[in-house]
């Protein structure tokens, strides 16, 4: 079910397609078909697509509900619609059923799990709830908040408010950033490291069905590259906290002790 052709279309034993917008409500026509409640009343836009759809899901042993995180949004609430379907399903009871959500971004999942979220530690351990990018901006636009380090990142493109973020990193005291390309956020930045491509790291990469896939060097780091890690562990030893990792099998033995499902 989607709002254009995908590769997963030829294998499929029903496919539905719902207007740019419209998933939240073909996933309440689909939990009414299903003989649950939807999360809000269904607008019966979809109740032929979601009968179909029904008819196919309902006599399954096993059941994968796989979707995109941009769901994870909810502006029109998606993602409660969905949880009505899973529900409906039963797929957190049966064995060898479940969601699996696909990230936008690559190895969002590692990235989750080693604790790169606002109220979340490593392996998803309880902490006390940070900022998220939202907040962030906010903080930096406010003076609550003096220096932003970007990783990787560019929030102006990508975080859904360009001008809130221009003003944010004009009213930082400092920003720093680490990034394979200039792009406007770097443009504002006052130190920017080169990062490493794809091709030049060492490490892991997480799938969206939780398994690790070792990363190897395919080439070697060219001009002032140097390793990401490397460079954000120099950075936290100069402010005074020191990891004492001088190695990539160092970093990711840290991370196996932090995050106990990597052992």
Request: net charge negative.
């Amino acid at each position: 079910a989607s709002s254009r052709p995908t590769a997963l279309d030829g294998g499929a034993a029903e496919v539905v397609r719902h207007a740019p917008g419209d998933t939240a409500a073909l996933l309440a026509d689909l939990a009414v078909a299903l003989g649950a409640k939807a999360a809000t009343p269904a607008p019966d836009a979809y109740r032929d697509e979601g009968a179909a759809l029904a008819s196919v899901l309902s006599g399954a042993e096993d059941v994968v509900v796989v979707w995109g995180d941009r769901l994870a949004d909810d502006r029109q609430g998606e993602l409660h619609q969905l949880l009505a379907v899973a529900d409906a399903l039963g797929v957190g009871e049966r064995e060898g059923s479940g969601l699996l959500e696909v990230p936008t971004e690559t190895n969002a999942r590692g990235l989750r799990e080693v604790g790169c979220l606002p109220n979340a530690g490593p392996g998803y351990a309880e902490v006390e709830a940070g900022r998220d990018a939202p907040a962030i901006r906010a903080g930096l636009e406010s003076d609550e908040v003096a220096a932003a380090i970007l990783v990787n990142s560019d929030p102006i493109r990508d975080h859904g408010d360009s001008e809130g973020w221009r003003r944010a990193l004009a009213a930082a005291d400092f920003v720093l950033a680490l990034s394979m390309f200039q792009d406007e956020s770097t443009a504002r930045a006052d130190v920017i490291f080169p990062a490493e491509s794809h091709a030049e790291k060492e490490g892991t990469v997480t799938h969206p069905d939780g398994r690790l896939q070792r990363l190897r060097p395919a080439v070697p780091h060219p001009g002032g590259v140097r390793l990401g890690w490397e460079v954000l562990a120099e950075l936290s030893a100069a402010l005074g906290h020191e990891l004492g990792l001088d190695s990539g099998p160092m970093v990711l033995e840290q991370i196996a002790r932090e995050v106990p499902f990597y052992g």
